[in-house]
């Protein structure tokens, strides 16, 4: 883009910086939920709260399923290393 184009989009510099920040914070938030070593250690929590009883079988395989799932995707797109 020439120096035109760069003097008639000024006025949206605002809007594009927002826009980017919004995205830094996005990928940042995904990396951190998609993190193996995050999700292990919420794996491991889990465990303990079943054990404690505070959750039963069923809550426990419900959320042991949606925590797995996280991990797989994580580790496949490699969301949570970078």
Not at 54 to 60: L, V
Not at 62 to 79: K, Q, V
Request: aromatic content about 6%.
């Amino acid at each position: 883009m020439g120096l035109i184009g760069e003097v008639l989009l000024l006025p949206f510099a605002p809007v594009r910086g927002s826009a980017w920040v919004i995205g830094q914070v996005l990928h940042e938030a995904e990396r951190l939920y998609y993190d193996p070593a995050a999700v292990r250690a919420e794996l491991a929590l889990l465990e303990e709260r079943l054990e404690a009883g505070e959750i039963d079988e069923e809550e426990f395989d419900r959320l042991e399923d949606e925590l797995l799932d996280r991990l797989e995707t994580g580790l496949r797109t490699g969301a949570g290393t970078d």
